[in-house]
């Protein structure tokens, strides 16, 4: 079953929960966009709310996506043999203690892109732009037909380029902070 939603990766120990995107879900496994997949450990615990978490194996890696089997019990960990069917378990009272000590409380995310996405979209659009009307404007002086163009139907922005690039600017701030609170 396709989906889009926020999980949590435990790899045991002190380490915190790793943050991960859930893309398809099945009886058997689910596949996993984590942060640094090269690095994800073979066996690790699957946590996909504050209630159910599944102990995982991978057992395929390509490029940033990780495909992982659910298993049954330590022997299905050390076999990994044929396929299981692992049932949800219940998260231990630890594990809830430190999902919502590192901000995890809420699995889920919002299906589509994220604002830091659309954020990095506007930066790109004036960075743009501003390249635009500035070379605009030094070519307009040169008699450049297609920069005339543009001057004509922009006057104050080959004029003064600086407006979108200060806007462009203020849209960088705003990718941080939204790139902030997301994670």
């Not at 995982?56 to 490029?63: F, I, L, M």
């Not at 960990?77 to 998260?91: G, I």
């Not at 139907?153 to 902070?177: I, K, N, T, W």
Request: with cysteine; aromatic share 8%; charged share 20%.
């Amino acid at each position: 079953m396709r989906t889009r939603r926020a999980a949590w990766i435990d790899v045991g120990g002190d380490a915190k929960p790793l943050r991960c995107v859930l893309w398809d879900l099945s009886e058997g496994g689910a596949r996993l966009a984590p942060a640094q997949a090269n690095k994800l450990p073979d066996s690790f615990t699957l946590i996909l709310d504050k209630t159910t978490a599944h102990r995982c194996r991978v057992v395929w890696r390509k490029g940033p996506l990780v495909g992982v089997r659910f298993l049954l019990s330590a022997e299905d960990e050390k076999a990994a043999a044929k396929p299981a069917v692992a049932e949800p378990r219940e998260l231990s009272p630890e594990l809830r203690r430190s999902l919502a000590a590192h901000g995890a409380a809420d699995a889920a995310l919002a299906a589509g892109p994220s604002v830091s996405f659309f954020a990095a979209g506007f930066v790109l659009v004036l960075v743009g732009l501003t390249a635009l009307f500035y070379f605009a404007g030094q070519q307009s002086g040169l008699g450049s037909a297609w920069a005339l163009n543009v001057c004509q139907q922009a006057d104050s922005l080959c004029r003064h380029p600086e407006f979108p690039g200060g806007a462009s600017v203020l849209m960088v701030l705003v990718y941080f902070a939204a790139r902030g609170m997301e994670l």
